[in-house]
C-alpha cells in the first residue's frame, strides 16, 4: 500500500503549475477505506479560459513532423519511468486491484503510446488527387474531458494523438480519479514540452467541462463517459460548431453461437464482463448461449465465477476490488436489486454487504434475462453479467442489436468464417472473433448512442487533423 502524500494544490497551465482562481478543493476518497485520500482544486471557468489562451498561444498550425516526433517520444519516455507510481495511485483512488494496475491500466496506456508514435512515423500527410494537393494539418485547440474508470488510458488516448498531430490541449479529469492525471502531467512536465502545449484543469465537470465545451476558441472537444453528459457535451459544443468525438456507454453482447467451444467462450466472457470490477465501458455484459445449452452455459459461468475473489485491491490475489466511488456502488446495487424485481433469476451474488467498510459488491450473475428490461438494456457499470437464451442466429441477432448502444462485443462459432459473418450484421464499433486477441492500434469507437469518432492508432489519429484541398494549376 502506498503512502505517497497526494494533496496537489496547483493546476497546470502555460508550462508551469500555478494557482487556481479559487480556493475551494475536491477530495479524492480511497474507495477501499472510505477515507480522504488527498484533494485536488476545484477551479473555476476563468481557470479554464487561462488555460485555452495558453493552448491557443501554443498552437502552431505549421510545426513539423520531426518537431512532434521528438515530443511524443519525451513524453513516452518520462511516462514509462513513472508507471509503477501511477499504479499504486490508480489502485488507491479507484480500487483497481493492483495486478491489474500494473498490467492493464499502465501497460496498455504505454502499448497505445508507442502505437501513435508509430502511426506518425508512417503517416502521409500530403497525397495528389488529380490537380489537387490534399494536405492534413493540426486540428486546433482541444478539449479532453476524461472518466475515472481507466484513468491513464484515457488521458493517453486523447493527448498523445493531439501532440502527435501538433494540437495543445487543455484537460479535465474525473473528480472520482484525478490524482493518476496529475502524476502524468508531472511526467509531461518533465518531458519538456514547450508552454501550453498541455494545460490540466480539475473541478467539476457543470463548471469546468461545460466550459471548456462551449469555449469559442476551442476547436476539438474529445469526451468520454456516460451518453447522457456526452449529450451535454455536444449540445454545448454545437452552439460554436466545433468539432466533437464522444466515446460513451456501451451493453455489449457476447454472443455464443451453436458449435462454438462454449467453456472457452464463457470463461473468456465472464473475464471480459467482470475486468476491472465491471466498469469498463467495452465490457461484455450480455451473454447470449443458445437455448439448447442453456443449463450447460449457466454450470459453466457459476465455476467460472467462484474464482474471482472480491477484496483488498492491494492483495495480488484480488481480482475485484471495491466499485471507484460509492455513488456507483449504490447505482450497481440499484441496478441488482431492481433486476430481481423485474424477474430476472440470481445466479451468484447479489446486493448483500461483503464489508462494513469500502464499497464492495460480489460478483454477480442474472440468468432469465429479459432483452428489453432494465438489465438488458442498460449500462451497469458494475460486476454484473446477464445471461440470456436464444433460439436460432436470428433471435441471437435480434438480441444483440436490440440496444441503444453498440461499442463492442464478441462472436464465437464452429469456425472463423461463420463468426465473422455474423458479426458483420451486428452493430457496434468492435468485436473479438473466437477469442481475438486485443489491439492497441485498431480504431475504437461506438454505432448509435455509443458515440461518434474513433480513437486508438492511426484512425484515432487522424482524428485530431483537419484536410485542406489545394487544387493546383
Known amino acids: 500500500m502506498t503512502n505517497h502524500d497526494y494533496t496537489r494544490t496547483e493546476l497546470y497551465i502555460d508550462g508551469g503549475w500555478v494557482s487556481p482562481d479559487g480556493s475551494d478543493a475536491i477530495e479524492v476518497i480511497d474507495p477501499a477505506t472510505e477515507r480522504v485520500l488527498g484533494t485536488v482544486p476545484s477551479g473555476t471557468a476563468a481557470d479554464v479560459d487561462a488555460a485555452v489562451a ?33 499504479a499504486e495511485t490508480i489502485t488507491a483512488e479507484m480500487g483497481a486491484p493492483i495486478r491489474v494496475s500494473q498490467t492493464v491500466q499502465t501497460q496498455v496506456p504505454l502499448a497505445v503510446a508507442r502505437g501513435f508514435a508509430e502511426a506518425l512515423a508512417t503517416f502521409e500527410f500530403e497525397e495528389r488527387i488529380g490537380n489537387s494537393l490534399v494536405t492534413r494539418e493540426p486540428y486546433g485547440v482541444v478539449a479532453a474531458i476524461t472518466p475515472w474508470n481507466y484513468p491513464l488510458y484515457q488521458v493517453v488516448a486523447k493527448v498523445l494523438p493531439a501532440i502527435a498531430a501538433g494540437c495543445p490541449v487543455v484537460l479535465k479529469p474525473s473528480n472520482e480519479a484525478p ?30 467541462g461545460e466550459r471548456m465545451s462551449e469555449h469559442p476558441d476551442v476547436d476539438f472537444v ?98 475485484i476490488g471495491p466499485s471507484a466511488s460509492e455513488s456507483q456502488y449504490h447505482t450497481v446495487l440499484g441496478f441488482i ?29 442474472f440468468a432469465d434475462v429479459d432483452p428489453d428490461s432494465e438489465l438488458g438494456q442498460e449500462e451497469v457499470f458494475g460486476p454484473v453479467l446477464a445471461v440470456i437464451p436464444f433460439t436460432d442466429t436470428d433471435d441471437a441477432l435480434r438480441i444483440a442489436n436490440g440496444t441503444p448502444y453498440g461499442l463492442s462485443g464478441a462472436v464465437w462459432a464452429a469456425d472463423d468464417d461463420s463468426a465473422v ?33 474513433r480513437e486508438l492508432g492511426r484512425i484515432g489519429f487522424e482524428e485530431y487533423l483537419q484536410i485542406k484541398s489545394l487544387q493546383m494549376p
Open 337 to 365: 436489486e431492481r433486476a430481481g424485481r423485474d424477474g430476472a433469476r440470481l445466479l451468484t451474488g447479489g446486493a448483500d454487504k461483503l464489508r462494513d467498510v469500502g464499497f464492495y459488491i460480489a460478483p454477480t450473475v
Open 222 to 319: 474529445s469526451f468520454t463517459g456516460s451518453t447522457g453528459v456526452g449529450s451535454r457535451v455536444g449540445e454545448l459544443a454545437g452552439r460554436t460548431i466545433k468539432k466533437v468525438a464522444l466515446e460513451l456507454g456501451g451493453k455489449s453482447a457476447n454472443v455464443i453461437l451453436d458449435g462454438a467451444d462454449l467453456a472457452t467462450a464463457v470463461k473468456v466472457g465472464v473475464g471480459n464482463a467482470f475486468l476491472n470490477g465491471g466498469q469498463t465501458c467495452m465490457a461484455w455484459t450480455r451473454m447470449l448461449v443458445p437455448a439448447s445449452r442453456y443449463g450447460e452455459a449457466l454450470d459453466l459461468v457459476e465455476a467460472a465465477v467462484r474464482k474471482y475473489t472480491v477484496g483488498d485491491p492491494w492483495d495480488p490475489g484480488t481480482r
Open 421 to 453: 459473418a455474423f458479426a458483420r450484421r451486428v452493430q457496434t464499433g468492435q468485436l473479438d472473433i473466437n477469442g481475438g486477441r486485443y489491439n492497441p492500434a485498431a480504431p475504437f469507437g461506438g454505432y448509435k448512442k455509443s458515440g461518434i469518432g
Open 179 to 208: 490524482l493518476s492525471v496529475f502524476e502524468f502531467v508531472d511526467a509531461l512536465h518533465e518531458a519538456g514540452l514547450p508552454p501550453g502545449t498541455v494545460n490540466l484543469v480539475s473541478g467539476p465537470g457543470r463548471v469546468i
Open 54 to 86: 495558453a493552448a491557443r498561444e501554443a498552437f502552431d498550425p505549421l510545426i513539423g513532423v520531426a518537431e512532434r516526433r521528438a515530443r511524443l517520444d519525451a513524453v513516452i519516455t518520462a511516462m514509462e519511468k513513472r508507471l509503477p507510481d501511477i
